[in-house]
């Protein structure tokens, strides 16, 4: 296995400003998911992929080494990830190391885990396309989701006639936090498009994922009960 580990930290973020490198409990974002790596992998494997010069500076506190600023056409509100991971790996393979699989962390995800990472490695054999962590989903589509008809009435999205939401197939959502991706499958089709598909399951505590100000505060009271 030649793992190459990146973690995407674009500069303009919207719904929390900068938050990649904003102090959560004093440290910048990014080094929880740094610092997680860390203690699986090399150094010289961990890439993150920013065109941020500041951002860059701040990944650096933690003595991994950031090998580029991406271009900034891979940086825009309207860039896809496919095109950030793909450009990582062949800067990568251009200088002579060609990955096979590709760790995929993102840093709004702070506590997530290093031992989670490495069961979720576990799962991984050549043969599929992806470990993705999920955690269950509360908003299951067998039960709470609906859509709206032609006739603008409210559809369940799921039919079934069940009357206990306890009672429905368990439904499972992407959390963001870990993607063991399979580079030979990348190259060939986005993730969308995977059909070899297996879940690693993350509570709700460690699948937190920061996208808006009250996600935010929402990790701050996380840390506070965890160092209580």
Not at 67 to 74: I, K, N, S, T, V
Not at 112 to 129: G, H, V
Request: a negative charge; proline letters at 5%; glycine letters at 4%.
């Amino acid at each position: 296995m030649k793992p190459l580990i990146i973690i995407p930290a674009r500069g303009g973020s919207k719904g929390v400003p900068r938050k990649n490198i904003k102090l959560l409990n004093g440290i910048p974002l990014i080094h929880y998911t740094i610092k997680a790596a860390q203690q699986i992998f090399d150094d010289s494997l961990i890439c993150v992929s920013t065109e941020d010069e500041e951002i860059k500076q701040i990944a650096e506190q933690t003595n991994i080494i950031v090998p580029f600023l991406r271009p900034q056409e891979l940086a825009l509100d309207t860039s896809g990830s496919y095109e950030v991971l793909l450009h990582a790996i062949e800067h990568y393979a251009n200088n002579g190391y060609e990955a096979d699989i590709l760790i995929l962390l993102q840093p709004t995800s702070p506590f997530r885990t290093s031992s989670q990472i490495e069961e979720a490695l576990q799962l991984y054999t050549n043969e599929i396309d992806m470990v993705v962590s999920v955690k269950e989903t509360k908003s299951n589509p067998y039960y709470i989701l609906f859509e709206e008809d032609d006739n603008g009435f409210l559809r369940r999205s799921k039919e079934a006639n069940f009357t206990r939401r306890q009672d429905c197939p368990k439904v499972w959502e992407y959390n963001g936090a870990i993607y063991i991706i399979n580079i030979k499958t990348l190259k060939e089709k986005t993730i969308n498009q995977f059909t070899k598909v297996c879940k690693f399951e993350m509570d709700e505590v460690t699948s937190h994922d920061i996208d808006t100000p009250l996600d935010w505060k929402i990790a701050e009271i996380i840390l506070q009960d965890i160092l209580k």
